[in-house]
């Protein structure tokens, strides 16, 4: 896992680019919303071209279709590490465009500070949990 090179990677507001928190209410997410939080398991993990931020997951939602996720945490993980993993995303989001790519859902991620240094660890949970499984 990498750190956020804090002079280069975060905007004027201090948020790394791409980034979101429960506070953006920005129609994507609302706090307030039901949200459906599910085991997803990383089938495919690439770089966005054109994008220094953004990864495309292609993930095992339990449903038996992929799904798509983008998220803005490449200065925080290379694509290949995350392959495998089994990730916590909220699934009923409606789609986003970004970058010309429908991304449908958010995996959910913890962000802290140390050393100065902001970092991003995304929600990562036994392999044994199965696609789909939801979470109360």
């Given at each position: 896992?990498?750190?956020?090179?804090?002079?280069a990677s975060k905007?004027?507001?201090?948020?790394a680019e791409?980034a979101?928190?429960?506070?953006d209410n920005?129609g994507?997410?609302?706090?307030n919303?039901?949200s459906?939080?599910r085991?997803?398991?990383v089938?495919?993990?690439?770089?966005v071209?054109?994008?220094?931020?953004?990864?495309?997951f292609?993930l095992?939602?339990?449903t038996?279709?992929?799904?798509?996720i983008l998220?803005?945490?490449?200065?925080?993980y290379e694509?290949?590490?995350?392959v495998?993993?089994t990730?916590i995303a909220i699934?009923?989001?409606?789609?986003r465009?970004?970058?010309?790519?429908?991304?449908?859902?958010?995996?959910?991620s913890?962000?802290?500070e140390?050393?100065?240094e902001?970092?991003l660890?995304?929600?990562?949970?036994?392999?044994h949990?199965?696609?789909?499984?939801k979470?109360?």
């Amino acid at each position: 896992m990498k750190s956020l090179d804090s002079s280069a990677s975060k905007k004027a507001d201090g948020k790394a680019e791409g980034a979101q928190t429960a506070g953006d209410n920005n129609g994507f997410f609302t706090p307030n919303s039901k949200s459906d939080f599910r085991a997803v398991k990383v089938k495919e993990c690439v770089a966005v071209p054109k994008s220094k931020k953004l990864l495309q997951f292609t993930l095992d939602d339990g449903t038996g279709t992929d799904r798509t996720i983008l998220s803005g945490i490449h200065a925080y993980y290379e694509p290949e590490e995350l392959v495998g993993k089994t990730l916590i995303a909220i699934t009923n989001l409606p789609p986003r465009a970004m970058m010309g790519i429908e991304s449908c859902g958010m995996l959910l991620s913890a962000v802290c500070e140390e050393n100065g240094e902001e970092k991003l660890n995304l929600l990562m949970v036994d392999n044994h949990i199965p696609a789909g499984a939801k979470l109360y």
